[in-house]
T-cell receptor
Framework: AQTVTQSQPEMSVQEAETVTLSCTYDTSESDYYLFWYKQPPSRQMILVIRQEAYKQQNATENRFSVNFQKAAKSFSLKISDSQLGDAAMYFCAYSINAGGTSYGKLTFGQGTILTVHP | GAVVSQHPSRVICKSGTSVKIECRSLDFQATTMFWYRQFPKQSLMLMATSNEGSKATYEQGVEKDKFLINHASLTLSTLTVTSAHPEDSSFYIC?????????FGEGSWLTVV
């Protein structure tokens, strides 16, 4: 079974600074996707970034980037130039890419609450 | 606008009654939808995979008879919490896949009193 672990229940950062959220996972599969989701108080799930396991290049989306270490099964999220609107719960998630109905079936980490100080 | 819509967003029901939550894909046909449950300040736990035209696949530990899932059309999956009890109070959220993109509904708060 796949597992996703976020070891930081809470993190804080000053506005305009950089913060890194950690995530490790365990799987025996070779083809899978990793995700970071943001969940604000509204509880809406917002995709921050997605990484395909067979792509060695780290995904980036504007101020958000990941450090994907496949051998170490590590998938950290770096938020640069943090903004007040970045404050939320962040979830790391995993999905197998079996090409069938299994894709999209997400295993989530425990979540990290990010606080941004002005 | 929302690509996946859930209804109702909030519902309060009496203990012992049943309540239905709908998950609709608005702009695409979803043969597979997923239902998650989230307790306050906790992670999302997959409850079941909803398959159009066939029985749902439940995760270990999820009571099939309590959480009835029906995927009667390519755009609608429903979760019915039967004989609800206060411990069923939670946030329920669905998702649907279209191509390589996963869309989440807005979620539904269930309070059982």
């Amino acid at each position: 079974a796949q597992t996703v672990t976020q070891s930081q229940p809470e993190m804080s950062v000053q506005e305009a600074e950089t913060v890194t959220l950690s995530c490790t996972y365990d799987t025996s599969e070779s083809d899978y996707y990793l995700f970071w989701y943001k969940q604000p108080p509204s509880r809406q799930m917002i995709l921050v970034i997605r990484q395909e396991a067979y792509k060695q290049q780290n995904a980036t989306e504007n101020r958000f980037s990941v450090n994907f270490q496949k051998a170490a099964k590590s998938f950290s999220l770096k938020i640069s130039d943090s903004q007040l609107g970045d404050a939320a719960m962040y979830f790391c998630a995993y999905s197998i890419n079996a090409g069938g109905t299994s894709y999209g079936k997400l295993t989530f980490g425990q979540g990290t609450i990010l606080t941004v100080h002005p | 606008g929302a690509v996946v819509s859930q209804h109702p967003s909030r519902v309060i029901c009496k203990s012992g009654t049943s309540v239905k939550i709908e998950c609709r894909s608005l702009d695409f046909q979803a043969t597979t939808m997923f239902w998650y449950r989230q307790f306050p300040k906790q992670s999302l736990m997959l409850m079941a995979t909803s398959n159009e035209g066939s029985k749902a696949t439940y995760e270990q530990g999820v009571e099939k008879d309590k959480f009835l899932i029906n995927h009667a059309s390519l755009t609608l999956s429903t979760l019915t919490v039967t004989s609800a009890h206060p411990e069923d109070s939670s946030f329920y959220i669905c998702s649907a896949r279209w191509g390589n993109t996963i869309y989440f509904g807005e979620g539904s708060w269930l309070t059982v009193v």
